[in-house]
């Protein structure tokens, strides 16, 4: 196994970073992609390039009066905006805890096993966001929130708890 030196002091093999590059190029996808409201604004004819961060509010009531979405469906798109939004802020924090936990060697399956509860919860974040309008369903929302964040916060703590920091 070939093994490179990354500073520090630390050496790792070519493969060590594989999992955490995974699950960092995937909720970056997820976060930048699949929750950006872009498809769903084109699908219903209110998308404008020209200015895309104004479409609902420079084309939403028109778009409904015209017929070509619903109250619902304009509510869903909001909804899925700001579930993009979120996710990209949520982002540099999720990156910032894997790096940091990957530079203080925290143990890799603890590190696994973060960023899956931290993935899984921006999943189900998004959908519970953008799915369900309900007030009283979508508490599920800031549950998966707080889940994730404290998997960041979590993989933070176990750094600085690593002896490759405090030496």
Not at 9 to 17: D, E, K, V
Request: a positive charge; aromatic letters at 12%; glycine letters at 6%.
């Amino acid at each position: 196994m070939a093994t490179s030196y990354l500073g520090l002091g630390l050496h790792t093999s070519s493969t060590t970073f594989a999992g955490p590059a995974a699950f960092l190029a995937w909720n970056w996808f997820y976060a930048y992609c699949v929750l950006a409201s872009r498809t769903l604004k084109q699908w219903h004819g209110i998308d404008h390039n020209g200015n895309p961060r104004q479409d609902i509010n420079k084309y939403g009531a028109a778009a409904i009066r015209e017929g070509k979405l619903t109250q619902a469906q304009l509510e869903q798109i909001q909804r899925m905006e700001a579930a993009s939004a979120n996710s990209v802020e949520g982002y540099t924090f999720f990156a910032a805890s894997v790096l940091l936990a990957l530079v203080a060697n925290v143990p890799r399956p603890t590190l696994t096993a973060a960023c899956t509860t931290y993935t899984i919860a921006r999943l189900v974040y998004g959908a519970v966001y953008v799915l369900i309008p309900h007030d009283l369903y979508s508490q599920l929302r800031g549950i998966a929130w707080w889940t994730g964040n404290t998997s960041c916060l979590f993989l933070l703590w176990k750094a600085a708890r690593s002896s490759v920091l405090s030496a």
